[in-house]
């Protein structure tokens, strides 16, 4: 099946900063989502985004199907950003409406 | 517009014991999923519904787990007996349509097998 890789596995920062979260994927996919994981474990829809870019306030996102990778921008972080940041993609084939994770970011936003 | 509604949130058992969790999906989503999310892991899933019919369940352990949605809307998945390898937090997701659609999440259920 595919597979899908996030980097940093762990990102550390400072209220205000900026980063950057990558996501590879080893195979052509129909469907990428971003997700933020609060502490209480809910999964919270970021972006919807096969390709293109997309913003919405301090995240946006951008995904290059061809080369086959993903990447999330958070700007001017807060406190509250801190959690898991999951990246999911649905491939073709077998692989039809499932998401595959990949296994995850976690950011610490510190005061 | 309401979410995906899962009960409980929180469950602690016995092993051998069993367990079932309650999944209500987003009103007007044909597909429903079950998901298994171990501690520091991605979640995967284990089930997959179109209306009330099943379309993958190939990663669901079928010992000792089952899931149904017999009206096509409310699910749920129920493990019998519980194992402590379990233990992990069971998120449930709608979408729209099969494929190519956005998928929402309800809060999951926590469950710990000691």
């Known amino acids: 099946g595919i597979q899908v890789e996030q980097s940093p596995p762990d990102l550390i920062l400072q209220e205000g900063a900026n980063s950057t979260l990558r996501c590879n994927f080893s195979?052509?996919?129909?469907?990428l989502q971003w997700f933020h994981q609060n502490p209480w474990g809910q999964l919270i829809n970021l972006f919807y985004?096969?390709?293109g870019t997309k913003q919405n306030g301090r995240l946006s996102a951008t995904t290059v199907a061809t080369e086959r990778y993903s990447l999330l921008y958070i700007s001017s972080s807060q406190t509250t950003d801190s959690g898991v940041y999951f990246c999911?993609?649905?491939?073709?084939?077998?692989?039809?409406?499932?998401?595959?994770f990949g296994q995850g970011t976690i950011l610490t936003v510190h005061p | 517009e309401a979410g995906v509604a899962q009960s409980p949130r929180y469950k602690i058992i016995e092993k051998r014991q069993s367990v079932a969790f309650w999944c209500n999906p987003i009103?007007?989503?044909?597909?429903l999923y079950w998901y298994q999310q171990i501690l520091g892991q991605g979640p995967k899933l284990l089930i997959q519904?179109?209306?009330?019919?099943?379309?993958?369940d190939s990663q669901l352990p079928k010992d000792r787990f089952s899931a149904e949605r017999l009206k096509g809307v409310d699910s749920t998945l129920k493990i019998q007996p519980a194992k402590l390898e379990d233990s992990a937090v069971y998120l449930c997701?709608?979408?729209?349509?099969?494929?190519?659609?956005?998928?929402?999440f309800g809060q999951g259920t926590r469950l710990t097998v000691v």
């Open positions: 997701a709608s979408s729209q349509a099969f494929m190519n659609t956005e998928a929402f």
């Open positions: 195979d052509s996919v129909n469907n």
């Open positions: 985004i096969p390709s």
């Open positions: 999911a993609v649905e491939s073709g084939g077998t692989s039809y409406g499932k998401l595959t």
């Open positions: 009103s007007g989503h044909a597909t």
């Open positions: 519904f179109q209306n009330n019919g099943v379309v993958d």
